[in-house]
């Protein structure tokens, strides 16, 4: 088989049409017919029954319709990731990014790459923690922004920040009038968090166990957005990674720095050893762009 003749298969049997899979591959006839009977002549059978009015998939050309997709996108992926090997002309990379750092830090990484980069195409995936570093692993994307993970594996880890959570109040609150908080501080008030298995969630209950202290949760949400807009809205208090600090201020909530304990984790590049040109490029951009939030700005 050759990788002509898959196109040519597959572009009539989505189609069922010899003349639009000819405009879409830009082949005549004469050499679409040739490369769909090459393709037969390969395989020892009928793929395809043309009529002069219809033309439809045999079973064995029916049971070829998903081979051929995968063969053809493994070979896709294979052509993309030579060219970004050695050009970044062209080229296309997936990242993955926990919700804090993809809607509040990476933006601003985004626009220096892309005036550096501007043919290269980056998709984001903006999930959890936890997904971040299981599609990194999985190798669904090729580079992954994510709290440092507990075990590594063969997963390498580049830090970008040391990031510090702080308290997020209504404006309203007593304690948005004070410069530090404790959370003895925190634990008096209704808290909201995010609902587990949250990196963050677990990072929070995990440093005030060992203080022998509980959050109050009184509300739970699956996105930090959320989170801000309850607090601000006077449902209760929270705490955020620093990187949320204009986040939360956008969505209407004050930011206070908060201590006893100091909670923090560093976030950083999650990738495979190997890289391609253009993720090398990319986590060069982050490095220089991302800097570690100030815990100052309320």
């Known amino acids: ?156 880890f580049t830090p970008l920040f040391d990031d510090r959570f702080v308290a997020v109040v209504p404006r309203d609150n007593p304690l948005a009038g004070l410069e530090q908080l404790t959370w003895h501080d925190m634990i008096c008030q209704d808290f909201i968090t995010l609902q587990r298995p949250s990196m963050v969630r677990r990072l929070l209950e995990q440093a005030l166990e060992r203080r022998a202290m509980q959050l109050p949760v009184a509300f739970e949400s699956h996105q930090l957005a959320t989170v801000g807009r309850m607090v601000a809205d006077g449902l209760g208090v929270s705490a955020v990674p620093s990187m949320c600090i204009q986040q939360m201020k956008e969505l209407g909530a004050h930011c206070v720095p908060l201590t006893r304990p100091d909670i923090s984790c560093q976030v950083g590049i999650l990738t495979h050893q190997e890289l391609s040109v253009a993720a090398q490029a990319l986590r060069d951009v982050l490095k220089d762009t991302v800097q570690a939030p100030r815990l100052d700005a309320g």
Request: proline share 4%; hydrophobic share 45%.
């Open 1 to 156: 088989m050759t990788v002509k003749q898959l196109r040519a298969f597959l572009a009539v049997a989505q189609t069922l049409s010899f003349t639009q899979a000819c405009e879409r591959l830009h082949l005549s006839q004469p050499a679409l017919s040739l490369a769909i009977k090459g393709l037969e002549e390969t395989l020892g059978g009928k793929l395809l029954i043309r009529s002069t009015r219809s033309v439809r998939l045999t079973p064995e050309g029916e049971s070829l319709v998903p081979l051929a997709k995968h063969l053809l996108a493994q070979w896709d992926n294979t052509e993309e990731r030579l060219r970004q090997r050695f050009t970044l002309q062209l080229g296309r990379l997936g990242v993955a990014a926990m919700p804090a750092f993809a809607s509040n830090l990476l933006p601003a990484a985004m626009v220096k790459f892309r005036q550096q980069y501007p043919r290269i195409n980056i998709t984001v995936h903006d999930v959890i923690n936890e997904e971040v570093i299981d599609m990194v692993r999985s190798r669904q994307v090729e580079m992954g922004i994510a709290f440092a993970p507990e075990g590594l594996g063969s997963l390498h």
